[in-house]
Nanobody
Framework: QVQLVESGGGLVQAGGSLRLSCAAS????????MGWFRQAPGKEREFVAR???????YYADSVKGRFTISRDNAKNTVYLRMNSLKPEDTAVYYCAASVVAAMNAGSYGYWGQGTQVSVSS
């Protein structure tokens, strides 16, 4: 089992920045690809970014160049730095863990409870 707890969400104006954190506990953190997903009201959960143990990263086109995913394996924590936020970035953001490199939510077996990010125009 892997337990994931997100933090760092909040309300920010368009153009602002936030950094989300996801603290992991349980099985060795380094075994997993870590991903961030988001879900806006009335929409399906969508992939945002993922990072491997060796810090290879992959981003959705909608956030490329604005968001940065990183991880600190010593602290069992993954981060999502979000810059130049837009109102369309408003969603609940979820941290997730997978044993494979994937973009689909179904490949992630462990999920956090989510943290709300709201961007005002």
């Amino acid at each position: 089992q892997v337990q994931l707890v997100e933090s760092g969400g909040g309300l920010v104006q368009a153009g602002g920045s936030l950094r989300l954190s996801c603290a992991a506990s349980g099985r060795p953190f380094s075994n997993y690809y870590m991903g961030w997903f988001r879900q806006a009201p009335g929409k399906e959960r969508e992939f945002v970014a993922r990072i491997s143990w060796s810090t290879n990263t992959y981003y959705a086109d909608s956030v490329k160049g604005r968001f940065t995913i990183s991880r600190d394996n010593a602290k069992n924590t993954v981060y999502l730095r979000m810059n130049s936020l837009k109102p369309e970035d408003t969603a609940v953001y979820y941290c997730a863990a997978s044993v494979v490199a994937a973009m689909n939510a179904g490949s992630y077996g462990y999920w956090g409870q989510g943290t709300q990010v709201s961007v005002s125009s």
